[in-house]
């Protein structure tokens, strides 16, 4: 007998399969719609954890997201013990860029507010942001550096995941055929299924119907990102979410000899992110277009533009790769987390929407504590499903 099923293998799903395993469940199933793990927003991303940096108040999120980044130090050191893989956490911290009135504007109210709040931040002259960064554009305003906002290796951190489902040795990726089930040492197993519709039964889920198979478990757990809706119940809960893809469109460059920079660079229309390997990725768009994967020229072609008014050296680079992601997005821009009133045993955790990888840790170890502790969180509480359905319950009154 199963002792849970999470529908998703990302980011989100992997990390609290993982944390589920550390508090002492042992008979995990993955269902995921893909032939591997985290092939989707996951692999995608640019890594960044930067909650300073995107946001305009201390408010609900900006603490979860706070919260989260400051687990990743002890994140990615167990991650290195238990895998030997270098998940690549880089603290050089984030610069901020303004170019024009309407950045400086934005970036003066966004460090007066967190030096208020005593954040660690720091506003850098021009010369100051071209001593840091020298191939930084000379026409720079000024600069804010959140020294705390930092990055990570995503795809490592897949790859991280990947070898811990398998039990196999390091620095391979998940390799198998698209219908093969894996018995993996953390003790869950994973199916490439796409999940159909939940099976409730007197008000409890007791399982969920896929494209070939049924499966059972006492606990059911939905981490299917930009796919949820898509997922049919009895009463319509997972539609009334309205969580919808929202494409991103990415490029990387090929830094042959030197890093372009140390910093995460961004400004209000695109950032870079610079990896060891000398490539330095660029994003990204923000695209209403349904399930629509592909990247088109005219997106390239912007992306491409906005990275020349960070610094014109990026000119001189090969452009590499061209990728997109497609991210979960509900109605209110807030993750989805917890469990749904009248339903028993089913939780959900997804629309993370441009912050997957930064929320994995805090996600997981929240969720795994109600789940098996019933210990409550006030995140919880704040990104419930509950406020969707207390909504739709309220309209069909009226």
């Known amino acids: 007998m199963r002792d849970v099923l999470i529908i998703g293998g990302g980011i989100i799903g992997l990390s609290l399969a993982r944390e589920l395993k550390r508090k002492g469940f042992q008979k995990i199933t993955i269902l995921e719609k893909n032939s591997m793990c985290g092939a989707e927003a996951s692999s995608a991303a640019a890594g960044m954890l930067a909650p300073q940096a995107e946001a305009d108040c201390a408010d609900d999120f900006f603490r979860f997201c706070s919260e989260s980044r400051d687990l990743y130090e002890d994140f990615a050191a167990e991650l290195f013990d238990e895998t030997v893989v270098d998940i690549e956490l880089d603290k050089t911290g984030t610069l901020y860029l303004a170019f024009n009135e309407r950045d400086a504007n934005e970036l003066e109210k966004r460090f007066e507010w967190q030096k208020a709040a005593n954040l660690q931040v720091e506003k850098l002259s021009r010369e100051d942001v071209l001593k840091l960064e020298p191939n930084v554009s000379p026409e720079v305003l000024f600069g804010l550096r959140f020294p705390l906002d930092w990055q990570v290796e995503n795809r490592k951190i897949i790859e991280a995941f990947n070898l811990q489902l398998q039990g196999i040795g390091l620095n391979k990726f998940m390799q198998r055929n698209a219908r093969d089930k894996i018995r993996p040492r953390i003790g869950a197993e994973v199916f490439s299924r796409e999940v159909k519709s939940l099976i409730i039964e007197n008000d409890k889920v007791i399982g969920v119907e896929?494209?070939?198979?049924?499966?059972?478990?006492?606990?059911?757990?939905?981490?299917?990102?930009?796919?949820?809706?898509?997922?049919?119940?009895?009463?319509?809960?997972?539609?009334?979410?309205?969580?919808?893809?929202?494409?991103?469109?990415?490029?990387?460059?090929?830094?042959?000899?030197?890093?372009?920079?140390?910093?995460?660079?961004?400004?209000?229309?695109?950032?870079?992110?610079?990896?060891?390997?000398?490539?330095?990725?660029?994003?990204?768009?923000?695209?209403?277009?349904?399930?629509?994967?592909?990247?088109?020229?005219?997106?390239?072609?912007?992306?491409?533009?906005?990275?020349?008014?960070?610094?014109?050296?990026?000119?001189?680079?090969?452009?590499?790769?061209?990728?997109?992601?497609?991210?979960?997005?509900?109605?209110?821009?807030?993750?989805?987390?917890?469990?749904?009133?009248?339903?028993?045993?089913?939780?959900?955790?997804?629309?993370?929407?441009?912050?997957?990888?930064?929320?994995?840790?805090?996600?997981?170890?929240?969720?795994a504590e109600k789940i098996v502790e019933n210990k409550n969180s006030e995140y919880l509480r704040i990104f419930s499903p509950q406020r969707f359905l207390q909504a739709k319950s309220s309209e069909s009154r009226l």
Not at 261 to 273: D, L, P, S
Not at 335 to 344: D, H, Q, R, S, T
């Open 210 to 367: 896929t494209d070939m198979e049924k499966f059972f478990a006492p606990i059911v757990i939905i981490c299917s990102g930009a796919w949820t809706s898509l997922i049919e119940d009895n009463s319509n809960l997972l539609s009334s979410l309205k969580i919808k893809p929202i494409r991103g469109q990415m490029l990387s460059f090929n830094d042959k000899f030197e890093r372009l920079c140390k910093h995460v660079i961004y400004t209000r229309r695109g950032y870079a992110v610079p990896r060891k390997d000398l490539r330095v990725l660029f994003g990204a768009t923000v695209e209403d277009d349904g399930f629509n994967g592909e990247t088109n020229a005219g997106a390239i072609a912007d992306l491409l533009q906005n990275s020349f008014e960070i610094s014109a050296k990026f000119k001189d680079l090969s452009l590499k790769k061209t990728w997109s992601g497609l991210r979960p997005f509900c109605a209110d821009g807030l993750p989805v987390l917890g469990e749904f009133a009248g339903i028993e045993n089913l939780f959900i955790a997804t629309a993370h929407y441009r912050n997957g990888i930064l929320l994995a840790p805090l996600t997981a170890k929240i969720l």
